[in-house]
Structure formats: structure tokens, C-alpha cells
């Protein structure tokens, strides 16, 4: 990896930042007020180990247990670093909140619109689910806390409701301006990291018993009545995978930060860094909390399989204290995905993309944040996951369909960088010679995880054990195809200009006086 000078501004008075923006056709409507931490924050808070990793913790004891959660977190986060890298060089070159979409655009040597439409679609679609995802999470959680302090059960029927109201809460703050979001995404990075060490120690240090290192990195289990264990093995990644996802939010968040071009690249490895390895303290820090009953965990009162390893190893008071701990972090996870998702609603609606364009990309003239797209955000959220209330296993489909949206977008620019061959011009944040071995290796992890989470998860596949993230993923290719054949290939060509120079300079000098 190499880092390079700063861009250098090209147009009289104009920060570098805003010049390179304009340069690719935009105008800075959005306030750019956050810096590299506070961009590496949004992806480390939606990556939020204490919500993935946690709340598919139960999936991954009944898909391969405690060495498929262990040493899967391993590989899954090398491969991930490997696809972080690819898109974090063409970040670089490309900093702009369409992120994605924008970038297969510029790379496409023919049917950029094509290209640029597919990926655009499949980004939203992932964001939306890893949004429901996490936010469902924190409702499975902050149920299970008002069980155990309330006596309130914890029904189906009243997740849903959880989970209503923490969108809402998190639309609410997204809509008060990017500068408390950027706050509290700082301070959810300290409390991501000093909660994994408390629960931790706490775990290591209070227990009379824990289990086995042989346990812990070498014990299998397959409750999915699949015979095959490899099988097992590889659908068992999701955990892992799921986990690591949302961590393009730092090249959404590209028009609020300054350098972009270094510090969005910076944001999507680092956090992906950082969450490996926080990651896996994490989990061999709950799965040596496993005592003498595995499956008390997997048959707890409260929904929550980790919740009822730290009640057996702590007491209830201790189990409630990290509970606290978790869906806190979670909270903030929420509402980093809010925000990310909404910048790259406003982003495509920017471009004409998405039906009512114009209202969906309207900016808020007195915080300078897109509130129309928060709210398309929160309420499709909420649509993904009231499935639920009919199927247990709804809550892995949504985290299927949020690694399969995000990632097919993921590697799309990916791909077509290396296809472009010279053509591509990097950025500041470069990978070098190791560009074309990365790149690849990249593109391949994403063709085989697209094929393993659209499979059963459950054995025998009936009613209520289907996986329906090949059906939301298949609705949204059908959609977006079909758009595209019937229509929006004849309009729609990729990401346009705003205008000239003095056009944009209008648009920013318009947005001062509001």
C-alpha cells in the first residue's frame, strides 16, 4: 500500500476536498465536517462486533459451534481485509457518496449505466437488510433485558414493537444533523472496544469454571440435521460474514469527511482491522464462559443464547450488567447504518435512480442532511423484518440477503478495476503491484459466499425453516432488471453532472443562504 500527497485544489478558492468533488460532477451539499476517526468510527460502529457476532452467536453454536465460530471468525476476516483493500483503492480514486455504483461507472469500459444500475440496486438492498439486521438484533437483545427486569415476555409480537421504535429513534437522530451522529459514532467506538474488554476480563476473571481450550478451538457441533459437515462448515460462515459487512458507510460518508481520498480507504481496512481482531477476543472470551450445559444456552427463556452463558456463568444481576454492555453498542450500530444508508439513497436519487428521485434526494436546508432518505431508510428496514412475526428463521435471511446485496456490490467496482487495466488512475491510497493478486482473490470469495447463503439452513427445509434470501434477493433482481429492460436503460446513464462549475458553486452559495 502506498499514500500519496494530498489532492491539490483546481478551482480558484475552493478547498482541495470540494474541488475534487466538483471534478467528478457534484456539488458539496452536504456539510463536511467529519475527520478520519470519526469516518473509520461509522464503519467500526456498523460492523459492531458486539452486535454480529453476538447476535448470531446462537446460529453459530447449532452451525458448527465452537470451532467453526472461532476459527471461522479467522478466515472470514482475512478474506474480508482482502475485498476491504480492493474497494478501498478504488475509494481513493473515486470519493464520492455514491460510493459503489459511482465507481462501476467511472470503470466500466462498456455499459457503464448497466453496470453502474445492477450495483447501485444491489448496494441499496444490502443496506436496507444489514439496517434490519442490526436494528432487529438490538430488539432481540433489549427484549430479553426487559424480560429479565420487567417479566415482559419475550414474544415475537413484541420484537417487532422493539424494533419499530428503535428505527424511529435512530431516524430521529439522523435527522438532527451529521455532527451528533459523527459524536456519537466516536464515542461508540471506545464503548465497542472497552465493553469487549469488560465483558471479557469479567468473564476470564469471575467464573469458578470455564471450559476447555480444546473445547473452545476444537469442539464441533451440528444441530441442522445436515449430514454433511462440510456442508455445515461452510453455511456456518455467516456468522462471521454478516458481521463484517457495512463497512463501505466510510466511502458513503466520503462528501462529510475531509481527505477523502486517504481517509475513506483508511476507514474501510482499518475497521475491518480492528474488528478482527477485537472480534475474536470477543468470542473466545464468551465461548470459555460455556460451562457444564451447552444446551442451556441454545434453550434460553430469553431468545438470547450469549445472554444466558453469562447468567449461568455470572448470576442474573452479572448477565444483565453485560446485556447493558451489548445492546448499547448495538444502538449505535443502528445508527451508524442509518446514516450510511441514507447517504447512499440521497447519493442514487441524486442520479435519478430510484422512483421519486427528486423528493428522496432533497436536502434539509438547516442541518444540510438528506431527511427524506433517513426516513426511506428506517421504513423499508422495518418492512424486511416483519416477516419475523410468521418465521423464527427470518432473522437469517435478512442477514443473508444483507451479505449477498452488500457484497455482489462490493466486488462489481472491484472486478471491473482490474478489467479496466491501466485505464484506472489511482488515487492517493494505493495498492501497488499487489492490486491485481488482491483484486482477484476478492472477486473469487464473493462468487462462493453469493452461493453459500442463498442455500437451507435447516434441515428438512419446510414452512417455517426456508431461507427466503434467495426469494428478497431474486424480487430485487427481477425489479431491478425488468426496470432496466423496460425503462431505465433509455434515460438513465449512470451518475450526471450536476452541472458546470459555476452551476455547482450556485447549488453550494444557495444552500449557504437557506
Not at 457476532?53 to 479467522?74: C, I, K, Q, R, S
Not at 434453550?299 to 456463568?313: E, K, L, N
Request: include cysteine; hydrophobic fraction near 50%; charge should be neutral.
Amino acid at each position: 500500500m502506498t499514500i500519496t500527497g494530498e489532492p491539490v485544489p483546481t478551482g480558484a478558492g475552493l478547498d482541495a476536498d470540494t474541488a475534487k468533488l466538483h471534478s467528478m460532477g457534484y456539488a458539496q451539499e452536504l456539510r463536511r465536517r467529519m475527520g478520519g476517526f470519526s469516518n473509520f468510527a461509522v464503519s467500526f460502529t456498523i460492523i459492531s462486533i458486539l452486535s454480529g457476532a453476538l447476535t448470531l452467536y446462537g446460529y453459530g453454536l447449532n452451525t458448527g459451534g465452537p470451532v467453526e465460530m472461532v476459527w471461522g471468525w479467522v478466515f472470514v476476516g482475512g478474506m474480508t481485509t482482502i475485498v476491504g483493500l480492493g474497494m478501498a483503492e478504488v475509494c481513493s480514486a473515486y470519493p464520492t457518496a455514491g460510493g459503489l455504483y459511482f465507481w462501476s461507472a467511472r470503470l466500466a469500459k462498456r455499459n457503464g449505466p448497466a453496470w453502474s444500475w445492477f450495483t447501485g440496486w444491489f448496494n441499496l438492498l444490502g443496506q436496507v437488510a444489514v439496517t434490519a439486521g442490526i436494528d432487529f438484533g438490538f430488539a432481540i437483545f433489549f427484549t430479553a433485558f426487559l424480560n429479565l427486569t420487567t417479566g415482559l415476555s419475550a414474544t415475537r409480537d413484541h420484537t417487532v414493537i422493539v424494533y419499530a421504535g428503535v428505527l424511529l429513534i435512530h431516524g430521529l437522530l439522523n435527522t438532527l444533523g451529521v455532527r451528533l451522529v459523527a459524536f456519537l459514532s466516536d464515542v461508540s467506538v471506545w464503548w465497542h472496544i472497552l465493553g469487549v474488554l469488560v465483558i471479557v476480563i469479567v468473564l476470564a476473571a469471575v467464573p469458578a469454571h470455564h471450559a476447555s481450550a480444546s473445547f473452545v478451538f476444537t469442539h464441533f457441533v451440528n444441530n441442522t440435521h445436515f449430514r454433511s459437515s462440510i456442508y455445515v462448515v461452510l453455511i456456518g460462515l455467516l456468522m462471521a460474514q454478516y458481521t463484517f459487512t457495512g463497512y463501505d458507510a466510510s466511502a458513503h460518508m466520503s462528501e462529510e469527511t475531509r481527505n477523502p481520498a486517504v481517509a475513506g480507504p483508511k476507514g474501510i481496512v482499518n475497521s475491518i482491522l480492528v474488528s478482527l481482531v477485537a472480534g475474536f477476543i470477543l468470542i473466545v472470551g464468551v465461548t470459555y464462559a460455556i460451562t457444564n450445559n451447552y444446551n442451556s444456552a441454545l434453550a434460553s427463556s430469553t431468545g438470547v443464547p450469549p445472554v444466558q452463558i453469562w447468567i449461568d456463568a455470572l448470576g442474573r444481576h452479572g448477565g444483565e450488567l453485560l446485556l447493558v454492555i451489548a445492546f448499547v453498542a448495538q444502538f449505535y450500530c443502528g445508527m451508524a447504518s442509518v446514516t450510511a444508508n441514507s447517504r447512499m439513497i440521497y447519493a442514487f436519487s441524486r442520479d435519478g435512480a430510484i422512483p421519486a428521485s427528486s423528493f428522496w434526494h432533497r436536502i434539509n436546508p438547516r442541518t444540510r442532511t438528506p431527511t427524506n432518505s433517513i426516513w426511506f431508510a428506517a421504513v423499508f428496514a422495518f418492512i424486511l423484518g416483519v416477516p419475523y412475526i410468521w418465521s423464527p428463521v427470518a432473522y437469517g435471511a435478512v442477514t443473508s440477503i444483507a451479505v449477498i446485496g452488500l457484497y455482489i456490490a462490493y466486488v462489481i467496482p472491484t472486478l471491473l478495476r482490474r478489467l479496466a487495466g491501466d485505464r484506472f488512475q489511482p488515487g492517493p491510497w494505493s495498492l501497488g503491484k499487489w492490486s491485481p493478486l488482491i483484486g482477484w482473490i476478492g472477486v473469487l470469495w464473493v462468487v462462493i459466499i453469493t452461493v453459500l447463503f442463498v442455500l437451507p439452513e435447516v434441515s428438512p427445509v419446510t414452512r417455517d425453516t426456508f431461507n427466503y434470501a434467495p426469494v428478497a434477493v431474486g424480487v430485487v433482481l427481477l425489479y431491478a432488471g425488468g426496470y432496466w429492460l423496460l425503462s431505465a436503460r433509455k434515460w438513465f446513464k449512470g451518475p450526471k453532472a450536476q452541472g458546470d462549475e459555476a452551476e455547482l458553486e450556485a447549488i453550494e452559495a444557495q444552500l449557504e443562504r437557506a
